[in-house]
């Protein structure tokens, strides 16, 4: 008897034993893992901002290179036989070709063996295409009483509308316009000389400008 009461006991010590064993295993395996310390949040937080600036920098930069860059134009004036005749804006170190071409190419009537149209075009030129017979009516013109007509196939300064004025080789539709203004203040020239009063109009100028200028 005495011997089972002994076994009993031996028994029951061996299941508190493994009960506690399990309580504690499972105390350490349920036990939850240690919160993160703010100081290492914080880093965090800052190191993912960091990167998001970065990113952002990156895309901005890549849209500044991006952006179109601007092209520097002239403003030209296309007359004479051309199917739309008017003034236009052209990228800087354009040609003739480039001018005609803007203003809708060369008529059928237009004639092009007089036209240079390789030649550099500068800002405010006048590009004149002259149709077919007209080159040979001015020299029939011409030809018939050189000594009358030389003066007559000159612009007068004093009588010109600013159409007139800006079909002269070397003004442009500003110092065209700049004469008439100049005209109308002052009153009229009294030689191609005054034109040395006009903004932008130097001395070189107005020696290229009297084979194509006059005043009464």
């Known amino acids: 008897m005495e011997a089972i009461i002994e076994k009993i006991k031996e028994y029951k010590i061996i299941v508190i ?11 350490f395996l349920l036990k939850p893992a240690p919160p993160t310390p703010v100081k290492e949040r914080n880093l965090q937080a800052e190191v993912a901002a960091v990167s998001k600036d970065s990113v952002s920098e990156k895309e901005m930069k ?3 290179k991006e952006e179109p860059i601007e092209q520097d134009l002239i403003t ?3 007359k004479g036989a051309v199917k739309s005749p008017g003034i236009y804006d052209l990228p800087v170190g354009s040609r003739v070709n480039d001018a005609v071409q803007k203003a809708g190419g060369l008529t059928e009537q ?3 063996k007089g036209l240079n149209l390789a030649q550099k075009v500068s800002d405010e030129a ?6 077919k017979g007209e080159a040979a009516a001015s020299q029939q013109a011409g030809s ?5 007509t030389s003066k007559d196939k000159k612009v007068n300064l004093n009588k010109a ?15 065209a316009q700049d004469i008439i203004d100049h005209r109308e203040t002052n009153g009229q020239f009294k030689s191609v000389d005054e034109l040395k009063k006009v903004s932008g109009i130097g001395a070189k100028t107005i020696e290229k400008l009297k084979d194509y200028v006059a005043v009464d």
């Open 17 to 27: 034993c493994t009960s506690l064993g399990l309580l504690v295993s499972g105390f």
């Open 62 to 64: 890549k849209e500044e």
């Open 76 to 78: 030209v004036d296309v």
């Open 110 to 112: 237009a004639d092009s």
């Open 126 to 131: 006048l590009v004149y295409v002259p149709s």
């Open 144 to 148: 018939g009483a050189p000594s009358s």
């Open 161 to 175: 509308n600013l159409e007139e004025l800006k079909q002269v080789k070397g003004l442009g539709g500003k110092r």
